[in-house]
């Protein structure tokens, strides 16, 4: 049982909904720890299949770190609350074999933004506001967000919005390739959902795959193209691809077993 979390499996889709909304579900400590239990869910519980993250209430995502918890703070613990972040909450979420989807309900501010850039894509809803405010209070993104807005929608929009700390709507959003879909905030769950449901009926070993391959499109300490050769090779050895090759010739829908 979480504190800070509600969360809902069904349909092997799990929904972890960020439950703080009086304080437009800021991630603090405790959310921290908690979002790093709930992803370990997503890695260890062969129940869940894809997950979806959301905030509670109608006004906020996330709208960022909780900035009480940075009063006391000097450079060593600064360092240390983003670095702790980084390797127990977002880097597991765009590392999960198993797919991760933001559904931004609202406010994704600051950590909120990073948060759903950590996932593997990200759905808003028509009233959603993206932003990246952390100059406002003299401070930068701390959970990957230089790196992760960048990557997203090029290096000129995002020096402009994180040196502006402009918020941008979910159309712009969308425009700019941050978010893939914008729905009524009424429809958001379950439009995310039925995307999951469709990724659900694919092969998971090459879901998983595609994940990693594209991840390392990032990094530029590893050879992406050789990486991409190598799980393509493994596919070759899964049962799923035996599965998948003779339903296809066979004229019948796949039914893959993540083998
Ligand atoms: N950390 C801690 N508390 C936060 C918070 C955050 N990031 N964002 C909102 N809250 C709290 C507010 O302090 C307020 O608490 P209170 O009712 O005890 O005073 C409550 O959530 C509601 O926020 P409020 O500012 O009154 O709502 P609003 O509708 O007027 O404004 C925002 C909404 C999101 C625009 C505004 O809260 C905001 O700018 N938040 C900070 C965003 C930010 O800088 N994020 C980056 C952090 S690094």
Known sequence: MYQTLLTDLQEGIFTITINRPDKMNALNKDVINELSAAIDEVYGNEEIKSAIITGAGEKAF???????????????????????????????????????????????????????????????????????????????????????????IGKGKAMELMMTGDMVGADEAKSLGLVNHVFPAAELVSKTRDILKKVGTKAPLAVAKVIACVNDAAKCDVNGFAN??????????????KEGTNAFLEKRKAIFKGK
Request: overall charge negative; glycine content about 14%; charged content about 25%.
């Open 228 to 241: 991409e050769v190598k799980r393509f090779g493994e596919c070759f050895d899964t049962e799923d691809k």
């Open 62 to 152: 996330v709208a960022g770190a909780d900035i009480s918890e940075f009063v006391s703070l000097d450079n060593k613990g600064g360092a240390e609350l983003a670095q702790k972040g980084q390797d127990s909450v977002f880097n597991k979420i765009e590392n999960s074999a198993k797919p991760i989807v933001a559904a931004v309900n609202g406010f994704a501010l600051g950590g909120g933004c990073e948060l759903a850039m950590a996932c593997h894509f990200r759905v808003a809803s028509e009233g959603a506001k993206f932003g990246q405010p952390e100059v406002n209070l003299g401070l930068i993104p701390g959970y990957g967000g230089t790196q992760r807005l960048t990557q997203l």
